[in-house]
């Protein structure tokens, strides 16, 4: 079977099934973030909070967000496996630490040579 977004061959075991269509991992996973990503109210209310309190960058993140923005900007690309590996993060913490960033605009998904990073956002 193929890739609905880019095309690529996958493996019956390796493809997701993200509303209703067939995907690679690295366009799932892209997928997942770019929900999350633009989700309006999460966006509103973050840039709220920060605006509210006067924050700008890396200020009035918690510790690991700030260890996952300072990972990413030291490297200027990693992957989500490398801060994991880092960080000791699971799956399911690194994808709601990522969208907090995203939403703060300070990380965002790259794609190369058909891989997934994480770069600074500007
Ligand atoms: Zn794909």
Redesign the pocket.
């Known amino acids: 079977m193929k890739?609905n977004?880019?095309?690529?061959e996958i493996q019956e075991g390796d493809s997701y099934t993200h509303f209703g269509e067939t995907?690679?991992e690295?366009?799932y996973l892209d997928m997942r973030l770019e929900v999350k990503g633009c989700d309006p109210w999460a966006v509103h209310s973050a840039t709220r909070l920060r605006e509210s309190s006067g924050l700008e960058g890396a200020e009035g993140m918690t510790e690991l967000q700030k260890a996952i923005y300072e990972l990413v900007k030291s490297k200027g690309k990693v992957t989500r496996q490398e801060v994991m590996g880092n960080l000791n993060l699971s799956e399911q913490e690194i994808q709601k630490q990522l969208a907090i960033l995203r939403h703060c605009e300070l990380v965002k998904g790259h794609k190369e040579g058909g891989n997934l990073y994480l770069i600074p956002f500007s």
């Open positions: 890739c977004r880019c095309g690529r995907l690679c690295d366009c």
